[in-house]
Every structure is written in structure tokens, then in C-alpha cells.
């Protein structure tokens, strides 16, 4: 049952979800209109066990130093989970549940379950990072490709207050110093301590608002077709100098919602 797309409706949303293609968000319909960008690479893909770049592909687990693959040279990027199969542990007609066990090159035992919830207004997804053994770090995060234009209407208006920006070193991660947030385009992680909060409007079309518990957001808006806004529970690089411990008896969870209304 992994290997099959997973349809989702509420109203006149309809979410499809595909289990074996990295448990990512394949498509969104409202209105009949597609907000992601369709193809294998798109959707709304899972970052887990980490979000964005790992400096070399290697962080400090515990006094022991681990090495990722190079996915993106020099660097490792966007965890392993969305390269794997997830596989399928309930479906009812506006919600599923997957599971992904971590496995080489992860070099701890875990489980990773993720919820798809679909309302008429909203898509909530939510995720938990649970160890089979001992504790290790760990960043959750989501990768969004919204299409840049519905159907040919304007593009997309990306609008939200962050305190800070991470400045970004030449080698596209953050150098540990915090600046005022700068005009786009963006590749860039961003600070809100409040939670995240971020809409996306297509004028006449519809406004959708991305929020999360969490406080760190990758905004990416130098791509023609698409932007992403990627809540995270840290920013690029985190795992050596933000981590997040999971253990035994504290899994790590994290959880979006994007709302939407119609202009």
C-alpha cells in the first residue's frame, strides 16, 4: 500500500499524499486550483532527522563525530526520510497517518510518524521523531513548492514580520550572527519568536497563511516557478549548532497548519 497515492477530501480541498515518494504532500487542490508544483522532486516534502544544510555532512552526536552523505557538495541536505519509502498505518477520507523507520546512513534507530489532516479551510501536518535506543539530535521540518501563479493569475506576495534574519556565509549557511531582516529574493532562515507566520497571496485568487509553533523559517523565493516557506524547529546547520535531543522519553514533535480564504 506504500507504493499507492493516497487521496484526501474535505469540501472542495483535496490533498493527495504519497507514502513512497518520501511521505511528501504531492498535490493541493482548492477550488479546483493546484498550489504545489507537481513533479517527483515537489510537493511538501519531509526534512527529518534535519532541515536544510549540514555543514560537510557532519555533526557532533554526542563526543562522536557522524558523516552524511554529500547530497548537495559540499554539504549534506534535508535529512534522509524523503528519499525512502514511508509505509501506511491508517487512512479515513480527510486524514492519514505514515510511519518511516530511520535507517542507514541515520546512524540511530528511530521512528518518524507523520499526520496529514485535511479540513475545508486548513492542510495540518504533524510530525514526531521517536529513538529505539539511545538519544540523538534532530531537527523536523517541512519543504513546501508553492506554484508562484495559479493558472496564469499574478504571481504569488509573500508577507511576514520576522525579528531577525541568519546571515548567510557564502557557503549558503548561517554564520551565527542574527541581522535585520533584508528585502528579497530569499534563500534565507528567519526568526519568529512568536511562531511562524507567513501568508501567501495570490491577489484575486487566495491568501494562504503558514504557521507553526516553531520559531525558525526558511523562506526560498529566487526560483520561477515556486516559493517555498519551510517551517523548521531550527535553522540550516542545527544539528551542530541548535540541537534538539531525542530521547527515550522525549520524542520530538512539531506541527504546521496552512489556512486558507478566498479572494
Known sequence: MSDEEITLTAGDAEVTVQPGNGGR????RVDG???LRQGERFGCFPMVPWCGRIRDGRFLDGATVRQ???NAAPHAIHGTARDGAWKVARVT???TVLTYDLVEPWPHPGRITQIVRLAEDSLTLTMGVETH???FP?????????NRTLGGGPAVEVAFEPAWQEERGEDHLPTGDRVEPKPGPWDDC???PGGVDVTLTWPGQLAVRVTSPEKWVVVYDEQDAAVCVEPQTGPPNGLNTLPRLVTPLEPLEATTTWSWIRL
Not at 504532500?25 to 493541493?28: R, S
Open 33 to 35: 486550483r493546484q498550489l
Open 190 to 192: 528567519f526568526g519568529m
Open 68 to 70: 552524511m552523505p554529500l
Open 93 to 95: 477520507a480527510d486524514e
Open 138 to 146: 534532530a531537527q523536523i521540518g517541512w519543504h513546501p513548492w508553492f
Open 133 to 135: 535506543g539511545s538519544s
Open 25 to 28: 504532500v504531492g498535490g493541493l
